[in-house]
């Protein structure tokens, strides 16, 4: 690499560094953090190139490890190099939006699996099993808070039945539900986090004279107002 891209991957390095040290620290706003910590990454890997990104990944890992742990480093490697370093190739090859999304999003669901095998790994408890356990307990909550329903409604015999039988049907599907669970959690979460973290670095390089392809209308009206209703629940918890 040349010594402009080694020096300016040194600066974003720690920009990025002190974001995710910051966001580990703090509460509230992790996530935003996290997401604007993936920017620097980002940009030094569209400007010079996957190693340059990768070689600032690492850096910023072993940041990371030195203040949360080795495995927080780690993680934190996996994750820009899932979602930073992926984006970045993208648009250093002129991709559009929604490749640069999809490309970072795949990326990412990597690095999401990776970080449950992680989990699993340092607590020792199966995800699987856990999310089965949760089903159960819902499931049990439900039969158990049914019969007064049915007596305040005055529900008849036959949907009685009818409720029972999904009920059971259910039950016996908690294995597959338990898997489309953490498959959908993982699709969510990779496209979610790869669809802000394009917004934040287009915002970024736009400040920058670096413009990027904008996302299509209906994304970013669907994300304004997937952001608003979150900041309305984060809201009303933070009162209750």
């Known amino acids: ?22 966001g580990g620290i703090l509460p509230a706003g992790g ?5 604007a910590a993936c920017v620097p990454v980002a940009r ?9 990104g990768a070689a600032t990944s690492v850096v910023v890992g072993l ?46 669901a ?45 529900v008849g015999a036959g949907l009685q039945a009818w409720v029972a039988g999904w009920l059971a049907t259910l039950r016996a599907s908690i294995p597959t539900l338990s898997v489309l669970a953490l498959a959908g959690f993982v699709v969510a979460y990779s496209i979610g986090f ?3 973290l394009y917004v934040a670095d287009r915002a970024a390089a736009r400040r920058v004279g670096d413009p990027l392809p904008q996302l299509p209308r209906l994304v970013e009206a669907a994300l304004a107002i997937a952001l608003r209703w979150v900041s309305m629940l984060r809201g009303r918890a933070g009162a209750r």
Do not use: C, K
């Open 194 to 196: 790869a669809v802000l």
């Open 44 to 52: 030094v890997t569209a400007r010079h190139g996957r190693r340059a």
């Open 63 to 108: 940041l990371a490890a030195t203040v949360f742990g080795p495995l927080a480093g780690l993680f934190r490697l996996v994750q820009l190099g899932g979602f930073a370093v992926t984006l970045g190739w993208a648009q250093r090859r002129s991709w559009n939006a929604i490749a640069a999304v999809a490309f970072s999003a795949a990326g990412g």
């Open 1 to 22: 690499m040349r010594a402009y891209a080694i020096a300016e991957g040194g600066l974003m390095a720690a920009l990025s560094a002190l974001l995710t040290i910051v």
């Open 31 to 35: 996530l935003l953090l996290r997401i």
């Open 110 to 154: 990597v690095t999401a699996v990776l970080s449950i095998l992680e989990s699993a790994v340092v607590t020792g408890i199966n995800p699987l099993t856990a999310t089965q356990v949760q089903f159960r307990l819902s499931l049990d909550t439900a039969a158990a808070v049914l019969p007064r329903a049915y007596a305040m409604l005055h």
